[in-house]
């Protein structure tokens, strides 16, 4: 027995002496496009002697989402690009680098967690990857996937709160053309391969279903987060539903997923000793510049997903809780009022109405009126869309999500 199997087990007898219960909530794909890092850099504000107060912007870019991401024992969401120091912006249209900085901004809005398995993480080269990593360790959140070597892409993430043990295995099936490089000490990816688009380095769904199989004998929950799928695509292919159904009667509690950048359903289907367990095929976006251009774009549509676990005295962990928040993109263009940031729906929602009621007590219709009711619109029509993309019958949650914030809605506070 390895190491890490003996340590994981010893942490899971040592937890079995009475009930535990954890909370997590999963966002959907953190895309830093030029527009958005601009748009950070015009917010951001610093201290007389130079101190960043707000991450370099950041804080604005990721602040609205800090009430749901600390209201969670755990947040968790998809680092969709490098982070290194290089200054220049992409070398070309859709490859990605992050500055430092966004971490600090994700870190400050209480994520804890920041996957990093997907077709963008050769962009900066196999040194972006050694970057990320380093970067990531040193602004204090955990990640799961891309690593230094094989060994550490390979090696799932593991959390233990309130007694409870959950393990994060992140991996992709696309890489952009990219291939692992041959030697088992050299920066590498865990993908797992489509079988029309093979890629060198990577492992076959067979291996992956055992990988989960001997890490969740193991611990009490364990998580899959995966980067799947066609983009701009609403309803998951017969292979990703196939490997779905794979992944839970292998022992994953949830599969979480990226990669289409619009919603894709979330559902809740009976593991094969009869508890509930989740699968939401794509989060969408939690921040990006996708569909800048159009107010009621359905790539500005994303979804923060918040889970309760329960581990009962004897036994696996349970799903007792999910909740689901909807999130937008708030994208305004003009030269003077760009804006790119992540806002909570119904957070928006109360604001709009709560101003069109102070407009509705003047006399006469203004051009404020008109573009609130406007705006209102889109933002209803956002929330059916996104409501049509949840199972009406998730665990201990009424079919509609609550608001504000994640306390509301049944979270447990976890700082």
Same mark, same amino acid.
């Given at each position: ?204 769904? /067979?291996?992956? =279903? @055992?990988? $989960? %199989? *001997?890490?969740?004998?193991?611990? +009490? &929950? ?123 729906? /119904?957070?928006? =929602? @109360?604001? $709009? %109405? *709560?101003?069109?009621?102070?407009? +509705? &007590? ?54």
């Amino acid at each position: 027995m390895s190491a890490f199997s003996t340590g994981l087990l010893l942490v899971t007898l040592a937890a079995a002496k009475g009930e535990g219960r954890v909370t997590l909530v999963f966002g959907g794909d953190v895309i830093p496009h030029e527009p958005v890092k601009q748009v950070a850099q015009r917010h951001a504000r610093y201290a007389v002697d130079g101190t960043p107060l707000n991450q370099d912007g950041w804080g604005h870019v990721f602040g609205s989402l800090t009430p749901v991401f600390r209201a969670y024992d755990v947040a968790v969401v998809n680092l969709e690009t490098p982070v290194t120091t290089r200054t220049q912006r992409e070398v070309k249209e859709m490859v990605f680098n992050a500055p430092p900085s966004l971490l600090r901004g994700l870190k400050a809005a209480g994520v804890d967690v920041a996957t990093f398995a997907n077709n963008h993480c050769f962009d900066m080269q196999p040194e972006g990857i050694v970057s990320t990593r380093e970067l990531l360790a040193e602004v204090g959140l955990d990640t799961a996937g891309a690593g230094r070597t094989e060994a550490e892409a390979w090696r799932p993430l593991v959390i233990e709160r309130n007694g409870v043990t959950v393990a994060l295995v992140a991996v992709s099936r696309w890489l952009n053309g990219f291939h692992n490089a041959p030697g088992p000490l050299e920066p590498h990816v865990p993908v797992v391969p489509y079988r029309e688009q093979p890629i060198r380095g990577g492992r076959s769904v /067979e291996a992956l =279903l @055992a990988h $989960v %199989r *001997e890490v969740s004998a193991r611990v +009490d &929950a364990l998580i899959v987060f995966i980067h799947w799928g066609s983009e701009y695509v609403h309803v998951p292919g017969p292979v990703d539903r196939e490997l779905a159904q794979g992944l839970l009667e292998a022992g994953a509690l949830a599969v979480i997923g990226h990669h289409p950048h619009v919603l894709q359903p979330v559902t809740v289907p009976r593991l094969p000793d009869g508890r509930v367990g989740l699968v939401a095929y794509s989060l969408g976006n939690l921040v990006s510049n996708q569909d800048f251009g159009d107010p009621d774009g359905v790539k500005r549509d994303g979804l923060l997903l918040g889970v309760e676990l329960l581990r009962p005295a004897t036994g696996r962990a349970v799903i007792t809780r999910v909740t689901p928040i909807a999130i937008g993109t708030e994208n305004r263009i003009g030269r003077a009022r760009r804006n790119v940031q992540a806002v909570l729906l /119904e957070d928006e =929602l @109360a604001a $709009v %109405r *709560e101003r069109l009621e102070v407009l +509705d &007590a003047r006399a006469g219709a203004s051009a404020e009126h008109r573009a609130l009711a406007a705006r209102l619109a889109t933002l209803q029509q956002r929330r059916q869309r996104i409501d049509a993309m949840v199972s009406a019958h998730l665990p201990g949650s009424p079919s509609r999500a609550p608001s504000p914030g994640a306390r509301g809605s049944g979270a447990t506070p976890g700082r």
